[in-house]
């Protein structure tokens, strides 16, 4: 079933060897991090870390997030990672952390030629403002963050739906569906034709049970359940 889709995956991490071992999968388009994920791995040197991947991924897009927080440390943080690789990325968040629109430094900076993926948005407003700052510019991607939307109660569906639609005005923008939750937010993003999903190396893992028919995986279940007591020999 997974090979009807017509939604891009790609692998969200900060692991270079497991990012490394994913990319000689074909299911995989490419490849997306942020310092999150950079510190939770423990990485400690950010560029070091990106040449080894790049070294290993020359030609797969791969995402890289600056992390000044003004526009001018976003201008030059961006420059230099843009010069990393003709595959690169360069992540810049929707506002600062004191909520100034960065629509200007992306147009500006995608215009220049660099490729850009803007991150961190939550609603269609944002969305219509990146699609016009990006427009007439480089190739880019928009991240929303569907999976978060739906940690606030609310349906991402037709928040990813209107934002396809306002992408059409930006032809060389494609729109990602970020922090999936579930193998079924593949499935949805496909429905309403997001261009680009992030999936994480335990979501990925999950995608082998992506069509399967219910009694047999309610089956494996119980199975599973029996095979892990009998390993743990409990007794009642």
Known sequence: M??????KIFADGADLEGIVKLSKD???????????????????????????LL?????????????????EGMREQATKIAAWG?????????TTTRGELMAPLVR???EAGVQLNVTALFTTAQVEVMAQALKDGAPSY?????????D???DPMPIMQSSVEILAEAPRSELIWA??????????????????????????????????????????????????AVAAAFSI
């Open 2 to 7: 997974i090979d009807q889709l017509k939604t």
């Open 26 to 52: 074909p299911m995989i388009k490419g490849f997306t991090t942020n310092p999150t994920l950079m510190r939770k791995a423990g990485l400690t040197d950010y560029a070091k870390f990106a040449q080894e």
């Open 55 to 71: 070294e290993e991924i020359p030609e797969m897009p791969v995402s890289f997030e600056v992390f000044a927080d003004d526009e």
């Open 86 to 94: 003709s595959n690169v990325y360069v992540k810049i968040p929707v």
């Open 108 to 110: 500006d900076l995608s």
């Open 142 to 150: 928009v991240s929303v963050f569907a999976g978060r939307i739906a």
């Open 152 to 154: 606030a109660g609310i």
């Open 179 to 228: 922090s999936p939750r579930e193998v079924l937010n593949l499935v949805q993003a496909d429905k309403v034709g997001c261009h680009i999903i992030t999936m994480t190396h335990d979501l990925l893992a999950k995608t082998g049970g992506l069509g399967k028919g219910l009694e047999q995986f309610s089956l494996e279940t119980v199975q599973m359940f029996h095979r892990d």
